[in-house]
Structure formats: structure tokens, C-alpha cells
């Protein structure tokens, strides 16, 4: 049971280049969402989603998109990478709302 | 607008002793509470998960508590190593913006001296 993964673990990107971030679970969660770790301002959210087909932002979307086109991915876009984009990138995943959350290893993205 | 804060920020201590670390939030419409640990450059791992309707949990030499009426949690470590010694994040289960999302604290840096 792997849980939450994400792909890929490093990336370094170039300003006005593009990526997506995978994130993948096994255990048929409902719930799916993005953050981004930066030193002294904890995890914020960017987007989340409710279930298959859905997506909705969080605190922090703007730069991002997002698309859950299978109920097992959910994936991060970065249309054009600036440097202010420069995180630690967290998945997590949970059954409902109201339960645990799970979390992947994380994705360092370094744009320069 | 929830907001969750930890202190202290940052917390040293010697080998073998109890030690709390603390969390508040603003808001007590909370559905739920989550304690992780985080170990430098790795993911979070989940310690224990409180419902709105508990007053507290236990795993191991660990014991999470929460009084909603006040906006605290608390994270109870007993006898504590070095092994310990990592970030803990709380994070809590809001619903203020009608749907279920998790909103974090900026964690306690642990460390725990031998």
C-alpha cells in the first residue's frame, strides 16, 4: 500500500517554464489537496478537491492550476514558473472531509 | 478567518523529560484536529487525529487534548528522546468556508538533547 505519492521529488525550473506536479493515492479518498510549505508561514493551501471531476481554490491559487480527471490523481500546474513559486509542494489525500489526512513526501521545486 | 498558532516556535530540551507543546485557533467551529510530526526535508506523518466530539487521545507516550470552547489543543510528549526531535504541526479541520479543508500552524521545532 504506497499511500500518496508524488512525482517528481526534485525539479529545478527556469523562469516562464511549465510543469505538472503528479500526485497519486491507493486508498479510494475522496478528498485531495495541494500545499506549499515555505520557511516561517507553515502549509497553506492552494487547491483542493471534493471528488472526481471537481477542483476548487484555496488560500494561495493564484500561478496554479489544477485538474482531478480520475478520483486517484490529482494534478498541479504551473503554466508559467516565477520565482516566487520556489516551495516545498505537499499532497494529501482523505477519505471525507471529517477524516484523517495523509500526506506524499513532498516535491522541492527550485525556479531560477 | 481561521488562524492557528504554536508556541513556542522553537523548544530544546534534555533527554527523558515531559514536555507540552501547544496550539490555538481562533475559530471552535472545528469538525476535527490533526497533530503531525515532520522530520527535516521529509513529508508529515500523522500522530493523532482528535474529533470535534473528543476531548483527547493517546498513542504510545503521546496524548493530544483539545477544549474547542477555548481554541487550544495541547501535545503531550512523555519521556521524551532524541529521537524525538523534529517539527510538529497541528493543523485543524475547518469548515468556515463550507466545504472540509485543514488549516496549519507554523509549527514547534522539537529538540530533544542526549
Known amino acids: 500500500n504506497a499511500g500518496v505519492t508524488q512525482t517528481p521529488k526534485f525539479r529545478v525550473l527556469k523562469t516562464g517554464q511549465s510543469m505538472t506536479l503528479l500526485c497519486a493515492q491507493d486508498m479510494n479518498h475522496e478528498y485531495m489537496y495541494w500545499y506549499r510549505q515555505d520557511p516561517g508561514m507553515g502549509l497553506r493551501l492552494i487547491h483542493y478537491?471534493?471528488?472526481?471531476?471537481?477542483?476548487a481554490k484555496g488560500e494561495v491559487p493564484d500561478g496554479y492550476n489544477v485538474s482531478r480527471l480520475k478520483k486517484q490523481n490529482f494534478l498541479l500546474g504551473l503554466e508559467s514558473a516565477a520565482p516566487s513559486q520556489t516551495s516545498v509542494y505537499f499532497c494529501?489525500?482523505?477519505?471525507?472531509?471529517?477524516?484523517?489526512?495523509?500526506f506524499g513526501q513532498g516535491t522541492r521545486l527550485t525556479v531560477v | 478567518k481561521q488562524e492557528v498558532t504554536q508556541i513556542p516556535a522553537a523548544l530544546s530540551v534534555p533527554e527523558g523529560e515531559n514536555l507540552v507543546l501547544n496550539c490555538s485557533f481562533t475559530?471552535?467551529?472545528?469538525?476535527?484536529l490533526q497533530w503531525f510530526r515532520q522530520d527535516p526535508g521529509k513529508g508529515l506523518t500523522s500522530l493523532l487525529l482528535i474529533q470535534s466530539s473528543q476531548r483527547e487521545q493517546t498513542s504510545g507516550r503521546l496524548n493530544a487534548s483539545l477544549d474547542k470552547s477555548s481554541g487550544r489543543s495541547t501535545l503531550y510528549i512523555a519521556a521524551s528522546q532524541p529521537g524525538d526531535s523534529a517539527t510538529y504541526l497541528c493543523?485543524?479541520?475547518?469548515?468556515?468556508?463550507?466545504?472540509?479543508?485543514?488549516?496549519f500552524g507554523t509549527g514547534t521545532r522539537l529538540k530533544v538533547l542526549a
Open positions: 494529501a489525500s482523505s477519505y471525507q472531509g471529517k477524516t484523517e489526512a495523509f
Open positions: 493543523a485543524v479541520g475547518d469548515t468556515t468556508s463550507g466545504t472540509y479543508k485543514y488549516i
Open positions: 475559530d471552535s467551529a472545528i469538525y476535527n
Open positions: 478537491s471534493v471528488g472526481e471531476g471537481t477542483t
